[in-house]
């Protein structure tokens, strides 16, 4: 649902609004997502790992995140002047003065939500994420429509984070007050995700300064919804997993054996499911932004073909965050990032001086195709699973996407003369998404049968559809 909502809210403010309209606000986030992870302290974690926080710890936490909320707000403001200087947009300083707003708004958020991810309670959680995507999207397309302007994405997302506050604090009742009582037992645990969150803040958003600050506003409108679209099958899908498994690892933490085989459960099902998500996208990515978007976001058709197949790669090392987050072991999580930061900076600065954008998009692409075998050095420090390991459990889910992937090219080229009608856009649409998901599950599925069906995640959907099944039956 939230994932759909995303989808719509992108593609549809696309149809009303400019790539240079994007560019714009997407610069303002970037420098407040920047500024953000500066000072980021990491405490909701902090609050997940420990075993059983008090009131008091509620109200540390509540006050530290206040009280940053309110530095960062007066740093934002203060640097909108020089920002529309240097980069000659007058435009972007009412922006940051109206997204300053949702900065102090992030930081009166009720604290007690984060406790729904380690109590597994979904549905709260569930309710505040699509309340918000739903408040921002309504908010957001309403503008667009009548006003046809950038303020569209910047009131939306303001609107949007009040909804969150306000619904956090009506379906979990807290009374915050002042205080710092557990201060530095909470700074212990979260000072490496802290730095590490820092630099792999400024890790993921260079590329979006650079193409912002030098190329243009319109080339990182471009660049944002690609981005934005090529995530949402993968990275937008394993966020709720993550999420869970971060207070599940956390129960077998001391069972190293135990942890391991979780592990490798885990990350098959994760892969099964987003890789061919994030592969499918790609494969359908030209027809998808013809049909949604217009010939205007035509550009946006390589990014999401390059980006959306990096993603998806990712997701075989995707669950080291909470794995590691769950150990303790938050350490290996800032080596990890910084090498990352170390490799993808000097990637994306020589792509842009060979090949402008396009390098920039490319260059992405090595450096998070090589990012994959940090992820999975974290994995092995923490279960002992050596790479091979690692890849043992998703062979059936990378052969099959292979599969799905010739058979999708193969069909694509002769599916593409139906037309550039809307009907036949569709019909084009359908017909790969069709062709795509039965060679994915009959390869999975005749390579798990051919292996003598071990565990796995095909063994999980046989039971899950057995049970369902039993459900439907009559009687």
């Not at 240097?86 to 984060?114: D, K």
């Not at 599950?441 to 049970?467: N, Q, T």
Request: aromatic share 8%; proline share 4%.
């Amino acid at each position: 649902m939230t994932n759909f909502l995303g989808f719509i809210s992108t593609i549809v403010l696309a149809r009303f609004l400019t790539p240079s309209d994007f560019g714009l606000v997407a610069f303002a986030t970037t420098i407040l997502t920047v500024l953000s992870s500066v000072t980021d302290l990491s405490l909701s974690s902090a609050l997940v790992q420990h075993r059983s926080p008090t009131v008091d710890h509620f109200n540390t936490v509540w006050t530290l995140g206040f009280l940053r909320s309110l530095i960062i707000a007066v740093l934002f403001c203060a640097a909108s002047g020089p920002v529309g200087h240097f980069t000659h947009e007058p435009r972007i300083v009412p922006v940051m003065l109206v997204l300053a707003i949702s900065i102090v708004l992030t930081g009166i958020t009720n604290p007690r939500a984060i406790m729904m991810t380690r109590d597994l309670i979904f549905w709260q959680q569930f309710l505040l994420t699509v309340a918000q995507r739903l408040s921002t999207f309504v908010v957001a397309l309403t503008i667009a429509i009548v006003f046809r302007s950038y303020w569209a994405i910047v009131w939306g997302a303001v609107v949007g984070q009040a909804v969150n506050v306000l619904i956090s604090y009506t379906i979990l009742p807290y009374l915050p007050r002042p205080g710092v009582k557990h201060t530095r037992e909470m700074m212990h645990f979260s000072i490496w995700l802290t730095v590490g969150q820092m630099i792999n803040t400024l890790n993921w958003n260079f590329d979006q300064l650079i193409i912002g600050g030098i190329i243009g506003r319109a080339q990182l409108g471009y660049y944002t919804v690609g981005n934005n679209l090529a995530t949402m099958p993968t990275r937008e899908t394993t966020r709720p997993i993550t999420a869970t498994l971060f207070p599940a690892y956390s129960k077998l933490k001391d069972d190293k054996e135990r942890l391991a085989t979780a592990y490798q459960k885990s990350q098959g099902l994760v892969t099964a499911i987003t890789l061919p998500a994030g592969v499918g996208m790609a494969l359908i990515a030209d027809p998808l932004v013809r049909l949604f978007m217009g010939e205007k976001w035509h550009p946006v058709v390589l990014i999401i073909q390059v980006l959306a197949s990096v993603f998806a790669l990712q997701t075989l090392g995707t669950l080291s965050q909470p794995l590691a987050m769950a150990t303790g072991a938050t350490r290996l999580l800032f080596v990890r990032d910084l090498q990352s930061f170390l490799m993808r900076i000097p990637f994306i600065i020589a792509g842009m001086l060979i090949d402008g954008f396009t390098g920039i998009i490319y260059a992405r692409a090595l450096t998070g195709s090589i990012a994959v075998f940090l992820h999975m050095q974290v994995i092995k420090r923490i279960t002992g699973l050596t790479f091979k390991e690692q890849f043992a459990a998703n062979t059936r889910s990378i052969a099959s996407v292979c599969v799905m992937a010739v058979v999708v090219l193969s069909a694509s080229h002769s599916v593409a003369r139906l037309g550039n009608k809307p009907v036949d856009l569709i019909s084009e649409i359908a017909i790969l998404v069709a062709l795509g998901a039965v060679s994915y599950s009959g390869s999975s599925l005749g390579l798990w049968m051919k292996m003598g069906k071990p565990d796995g995640p095909e063994h999980e959907v046989l039971i899950a559809a057995s049970h369902l099944m039993r459900r439907l039956s009559p009687g």
